[in-house]
């Protein structure tokens, strides 16, 4: 419950610093940085499944391409949300409202794959 809670926590704060980046900055540069890790993390998931033995366990390598897949869908979810929302309300009020949606859907999203 602790880990849960804490993890997203930070997938919050993570979405909210993004969407208060992409705010501020041009159309084109958030989905672009999202766009641009994506096809590091196909790049990633071809090396990793080259090591990967035959009905073996995964290498710890694998967490790269995990964190560069959380990292992409993060990215793209708060500079869409960003895109979306800046031309109603300030940086400020964007951030807070993509905290308190992104903190409370990957929470109960959290729970609810731990507890069934």
């Known amino acids: 419950m602790f880990m849960i809670f804490f993890l997203s926590l930070f997938f919050a ?15 084109w540069k958030g989905p ?28 710890p390598s694998s967490g790269m391409v995990v964190a560069a897949f959380l990292g992409t869908v993060l990215i793209g979810a708060g500079s869409g949300l960003a895109l979306i929302l800046r031309k109603m309300w300030s940086p400020g009020k964007i951030a807070k ?3 308190l949606g992104g903190w409370i859907l990957s929470f109960m999203g ?5 507890f069934s």
């Open 13 to 27: 704060l993570v979405l909210s610093m993004v969407a208060f980046l992409q705010s501020e900055a041009a159309w």
């Open 32 to 59: 672009l940085v999202a766009f641009a890790l994506g096809v590091v993390t196909v790049v990633l998931l071809f090396i990793v499944a080259a090591e990967v033995p035959q009905g073996g366990n995964l290498p």
């Open 97 to 99: 409202v993509v905290f």
């Open 110 to 114: 959290m729970m609810t794959l731990a």
